[in-house]
């Protein structure tokens, strides 16, 4: 079964700092991609990054960074420079080469404070 | 093109009733999903298409869901005699087919059902 666990249900980061948000997954496939996904209150999900398993490099976007270990079956999403914008949950999923729908993890509410 | 379109936003039915909800994907997206989404929970799958064939569906599908894509663009989701449990957020979803649909998917606003 492939699956995906964000053991941290709710996070607090004051704006401007830095928070990192964790994602373990499971699969015995080793073709993969992986994402994270923001979804705003009352908001439509939107991808923030994504990453091919078969990359070494950490994915960046902007503000957003992933730490990617394939052996740990580990994506942590970082987020820089935090902004009140950034509140939202925050799912990591993934789909493998022989699949085609995505599987997520429970997510993760993020609150940014002033 | 103004992405994935979902309608109605919102819906409020009773128990028992049957409801309907429409996606309009992004027109060169050729792949549909259908997730539902509960509070507090991660999108879970439902059933995807590839322009007007259903390929899969889950297990959460009961047999009181229908889903069609009857020409290959819109898709439709019945849910007949609901139930207080089909309670959710219904997401739709597109993507291109093969290396595109690994970039990722484009979601809709979704359908929130209260049933009641």
């Known amino acids: 079964a492939q699956t995906v666990t964000q053991s941290q249900p709710e996070m607090s980061v004051q704006e401007a700092e830095t928070v990192t948000l964790s994602c373990t997954y499971d699969?015995?496939?080793?073709?993969?991609?992986l994402f994270w996904y923001k979804q705003p209150p009352s908001r439509q999900m939107i991808l923030v990054i994504r990453?091919?398993?078969?990359?070494?490099q950490n994915a960046t976007e902007n503000r957003f960074s992933v730490n990617f270990q394939k052996a740990a079956k580990s994506f942590s999403l970082k987020i820089s420079d935090s902004q009140l914008g950034d509140t939202a949950m925050y799912f990591c999923?993934?789909?493998?080469?022989?699949?085609?729908?995505?599987?997520f993890g429970t997510g993760t509410r993020l609150q940014v404070t002033l | 093109d103004t992405g994935v379109s979902q309608d109605p936003r919102h819906k409020i039915t009773k128990r028992g009733q049957n409801v309907t909800f429409r996606c309009d994907p992004i027109?060169?997206?050729?792949?549909l999903y259908w997730y539902r989404q509960t509070l507090g929970q991660g999108p879970e799958f439902l059933t995807y298409?590839?322009?007007?064939?259903?390929?899969?569906k889950s297990r959460l599908l009961s047999d009181r869901f229908s889903a069609e894509r009857p020409k290959g663009s819109f898709s439709t989701l019945e849910i007949q005699r609901t139930e207080q449990g089909d309670s959710a957020m219904y997401l739709c979803?597109?993507?291109?087919?093969?290396?595109?649909?690994?970039?990722?998917?484009?979601f809709g606003s979704g359908t929130r059902l209260t049933v009641v």
């Open positions: 298409f590839q322009n007007e064939a259903q390929l899969e």
């Open positions: 979803a597109s993507s291109p087919q093969g290396v595109g649909s690994l970039y990722g998917y484009t």
């Open positions: 699969t015995s496939e080793s073709n993969y991609y």
């Open positions: 999923a993934f789909v493998t080469g022989t699949a085609s729908k995505l599987t």
């Open positions: 990453q091919e398993a078969y990359k070494q």
């Open positions: 027109s060169e997206h050729n792949r």
